[in-house]
């Protein structure tokens, strides 16, 4: 067990290591600049653009930069011009509402489905092997197969999601299930409380903390992979807007874009801890 | 107090049960009968299969051969009429004290409505003095109140026969004596047929008006009946000054330790047959 440190303490040392590294890296890009290439024709660097014309110096950009850009995406997030260019609110919009979409649709299938496996022991050996074999393949695997049945690469995009949202539901459903204890079972059984009743108020609440555990892995496997995803199907998505300021060369938006993929990764996470800890019971 | 020869047929007649694991019987050719109103303690070492047989007349178990007969009728299953006291209280953690009772009750009525089992539930919290904590989850509750709930909760469906399994042998002597008399006043005012294990013989003096002394397993059997007849109401508190007592005490203690190992079914001793077991009425 760690002892436990005042807040203040560890947010005082979070801010200087943040400081420390965000310093050295202004700094570093501070003295790359400085130190100028050979000087470049004025008419060559009108005819290749940007890039060309700071003479083949360094595209990363500098801390205050990437905050400068930051301010400036977040300052209209949600405005649409076209369809290749729409704030960053817009984007990480559509990927929320792919992964809610897959994600929902997984445990719509995967808790009942999982509660049947958790209470019947033949139904569990007879689909372990399917989910044994299937579980270990990378979401992204199912691509080609959904873009060829589907032929929708937005909904395509979306039963990745599922694919890769329902294998820890379904496991953590089976054996939450599985493992409520004996002894709350006879006393639903002595209650003569009949199966509808002993699911809804046995075993449920006694396997939820189990299966939120379960939701919780999978909501962070689903936000890892729709980056993967959006990358392959693009037209919308924060996955496709990396990849597209990939292509711009614009890393200051591919770091702001790495940060807000954090950020709402976090966000999803808490969520899930939030109903965590609604479900959680203590003996 | 209802005489153990009744002359209305006897509440739970068990017959000739058997069970065995791997070949094993833990125990055979059970035969025993609990009268309307009376309670029954059934008391024998560990590995005897008390508790075994404990789950068949709860209906959560069944013997590999016999069967038991309630109210004239063959159990198949549980059934409410037949309430269980668990050595563990089995309480549901994520319900309050008053949810785990409603939750019973709520099987026991189907068509009552959320308020009348909460208001159900309170009342039989208060009958055994735990209406201050009918709000708290029974992780908030020490050992003594968690049993209490658990016996709320048996007591709460009316059930004509309350079986229980070791339900003190958990709490510490002074909850466990008035939990004992409190069990000993609420069966007996509501004339409900009571039958529990137990290996505390004291417990069994306090309570029982018939005591079933099992031999050790494997191959147990019933192998003496001892008739209480010290009489009611009993304390804790005086057990121990009532004329009879020592002598009772004297004859379950010296068969726990003694003619529990020495009884062999094949070779009983006299007078002995599995499906009337001897009764003695120990006197001073």
Redesign the interface.
Known sequence: MQQQVPFWRAAALSLLILAVFLGGWEAAIRAATTASGPPVDPEYAALMGQAAAQGGQTAMPAPSDIAKRLFELLRDPFYVRGPNDQGIGVQIAYSLLRVGAGFLLAAAIAIPLGFLIGMSPLLNAALNPFIQVLRPVSPLAWMPLALYSIKDSSISAVFVIFICSIWPMLLNTAFGVASVRREWMNVGRTLEAGPWRTATHIILPAAAPTIVTGMRISIGIAWLVIVAAEMLVGGTGIGYWVWNQWNNLSIADIVIAILMIGLVGLALDRLLGLLARAVAWAE | MPPSSMIERPDVQVEGIARRFGGTAVFEDVWFNVGKGEFVCLVGHSGCGKTTILNIL???DAPDDGSIIVSGKEIT????D???I?Q?H?L????TAAQNVG??LS??NPHWNRRMCEDAAREALGRVGLSHAADR???QLSGGMKQRVGIARALA?QPRILLMDEPFSALDALTRGALQEEVSRLVTDSGQTGFMITHDVDEAILLADRILLMSNGPGARIAEVVVNTLPRPRTRASLHHMPGYHALRDHVLDFLITRSREFVATNPPAGWSARAVPESRPVA
């Open positions: 709860a209906g959560l299953g549980p059934s409410l037949r309430a269980v668990f563990s089995a549901m953690p994520w319900m939750f019973a099987c026991r989850k029974p992780a469906i």
